[in-house]
């Protein structure tokens, strides 16, 4: 068992049993709910080694990429139906993927400035 979790129950004991009235703001409450959440989720929370593998350990790159996503296609001067956002995701998503996607796509639209038009 983790020392986090011995003094998280520690300090269960120390505050007392939760009644069953007990509104979510008490202290008792929220540390019940904690102690749960460690105790599910303590083989998922091994921070150093992920650190050390190189892998994030955190949540806010991809909330921070879904608020540019959202600036950028759900603007307030921008209007799009279902199958014109999932065209610029795959575009953008072509763009990311760093292979020849993107080169195919520019060459094989219509209007392409790189191809040369057929008379």
Sequence with gaps: MSEVLIELDHEQERLGRVPEDAAAADPRVVLERVRGYRRNN???MKYPEYR???????????????????????????????????????????VLSE????????????????RRPIN
């Design 99 to 114: 292979d020849d996607r993107l080169a195919k796509h520019l060459d094989a639209r219509p209007g392409s400035a790189f």
């Design 42 to 44: 303590v083989d998922r």
């Design 52 to 94: 050390r593998r190189g892998l994030p350990v955190t949540s806010s790159w991809v909330e921070s990429l879904i608020e540019e996503i959202n600036y950028r296609v759900k603007g307030t001067e921008k209007f799009w139906n279902e199958s014109g956002a999932e065209s610029v995701l795959q575009v953008r998503a072509a």
